[in-house]
């Protein structure tokens, strides 16, 4: 424990698919000095779990790491697996399996976890996205960027254990890598506990994507729903979370809808106007995307597909949010600990709930 208070201590949870970027991250954790997690898990979230293909451990960290099957839930019941599974640590540390921790990375965690207050129940790190030095970035690299400026993302956040289980962990509702990080966040914080920003700084790469990534993407307006009906219809400005376009691709397949309807009943003259409309919208879409990008013939290209697919794909996803969202109820607010009363000669004893 290299003479570290015990408060201090810290377990590592990492959810992963068995991403060749898994054996990046364990080698900069490896290399990083400064105290070593007293715990790795690894939680394997394919279906069936068993071993890692081609998963090579640090030889510094073989002693510290098991792999746990996750059962192919979504990222948040993977995280509390890993949380279970590290045992009763007073830190736990989610990391993504696509990040790289700094050269630094122990060293600037044991100053972010020392200097944090008794109901500060997490401490996030710096998230950095490399970006193309010798050209502009497409819209998959720039979507990537935005981790950069996210709060609370979990690429690389440290938790307290407390608030962790006080909280009753990620909300395994949210079976994807979208906003089960902020729903987490707001019931924190709604229960009074501080969310605090770190000095240790992470890589996290642009991993590679085909042209139809932005399309499963939109998948993630179910999530927003399920987002609503837990937190209220400000949830987007508590959460400091973009709105996004969903309203525009609202009106986009409204629009494209209409065209269809009124062409079918026979009525040339809406269907043309209704029809006018959906092209407009979706011009104007296409165009917010190619105009910032590198603009080159791949990309144009990827661009005009997806721009004309995603309005109804994320029409559809809403809708379907609703109803599979429609009995969603909140849950309850982790309240941090209180000092508790005591006499005048009784010491005071941190962490007592009244």
């Known amino acids: ?32 000095p400064g105290p070593k997690p007293t715990r790795i898990v690894i939680v394997h979230d394919r279906p069936g779990g ?68 008794s109901d500060t129940a997490a401490v996030s790190a710096r998230i950095d996205v490399p970006l193309p030095a010798d050209r502009r970035a497409t819209d998959w690299e720039r979507n990537t960027a935005g981790l950069a400026t996210a709060r609370w993302i979990t690429a690389d956040m440290a938790f307290r254990r407390e608030a962790l ?9 949210f079976r994807r890598a979208f906003r089960e990080d902020a729903d987490l966040a707001l019931r924190l914080l709604d229960g009074g506990w501080v969310l605090a920003a770190g000095t240790r ?13 932005s399309l499963r993407q939109q998948a993630g307006n179910a999530d927003d729903i399920l987002m ?72 144009i290209t990827a661009m005009l597909l997806t721009s004309a697919v995603i309005p109804a794909a994320a029409t559809w996803h809403r809708l379907r949010g609703m109803v599979v969202h429609r009995s969603a109820r909140p849950r309850e607010r ?13 010491p005071l004893r941190e962490g007592v709930r009244s």
């Open 50 to 117: 068993g071993a890692i293909p081609g998963l090579r451990i640090p030889e510094a960290l073989r002693s510290l790491t098991a792999v746990v099957p996750g059962g192919g839930r979504g990222p948040a019941a993977a995280r509390n697996t890993g949380a279970v599974a590290a045992g009763p640590v007073p830190w736990i540390v989610f990391l993504d399996d696509d990040v790289v921790p700094s050269a630094t990375w122990g060293e600037d965690l044991e100053r972010d976890l020392s200097t944090a207050s």
């Open 228 to 299: 609503r009906r837990l937190h209220g219809p400000d949830w987007w400005s508590r959460a400091d979370a973009p709105r996004g376009r969903i309203r525009r691709h609202l009106a986009v397949t409204a629009a494209g809808v209409g065209a269809l309807g009124c062409a079918a009943l026979g009525r040339p003259g809406a269907a043309a106007v209704c029809a006018a409309g959906w092209l407009a919208g979706t011009a104007e879409f296409a165009f917010a995307r190619i105009a910032p990008g590198p603009r080159t013939p791949e990309e």
């Open 1 to 32: 424990m290299n003479g570290r208070s015990p408060a201090l201590s810290y377990a590592v949870v990492v959810p992963t698919l068995g991403r060749p970027s898994l054996g990046r991250c364990l080698a900069a954790l490896a290399a990083s």
């Open 334 to 346: 982790a309240r941090p600990p209180v000092l508790r009363p005591t006499a005048p000669d009784e």
């Open 201 to 213: 700084r992470t890589t996290h790469p642009v991993r590679p994507a085909d042209r139809w990534v």
């Open 165 to 173: 289980e006080a909280s009753g962990g990620f909300d395994e509702r």
